[in-house]
């Protein structure tokens, strides 16, 4: 009989141990991805012909900021380009449909 409880004991013992463990890995695991993941705002917005182009200031755990771009049609994104040259107001962007979207975000034009 004594040897039973010695068991129950010792198995009671390694579960609670194992789920400590497991709990604490997870926390782990969630809190090194979860400052891994790059902070982005938007950081400049243009409305054109009912499509909207969101650039955004993203900066991640090492390294200077990015800037990638993102067209959308009401709240559905379309393409993302990696960033904007600083030089050009045109802007090419791919739809679904494998046809060129053009804007031109001076003039807030589409092409």
């Excluded at 789920?19 to 891994?36: E, H, K, M, Q, W």
């Excluded at 067209?71 to 393409?79: E, H, M, Q, V």
């Excluded at 600083?86 to 046809?99: H, M, P």
Aim: net charge neutral; glycine share 6%; proline share 5%.
């Amino acid at each position: 009989m004594m040897i039973k409880k010695k068991w129950k004991a010792l198995f009671w013992t390694v579960g609670c141990l194992a789920i400590l463990i497991a709990a604490g890995l997870y926390f782990l695991f969630y809190s090194v991805s979860a400052t891994l993941e790059p902070e982005c705002d938007n950081n400049r917005i243009w409305e054109i012909e009912g499509y909207r182009i969101v650039e955004k200031k993203c900066i991640g755990f090492a390294g200077p900021p990015y800037h990638p771009v993102y067209l959308y049609d009401g709240s559905k994104r379309i393409d993302e380009l990696t960033f904007i040259p600083d030089s050009t107001c045109v802007i090419e962007f791919k739809s679904q449909l494998a046809e060129t979207l053009t804007f031109d975000i001076c003039e807030k034009k589409l092409k």
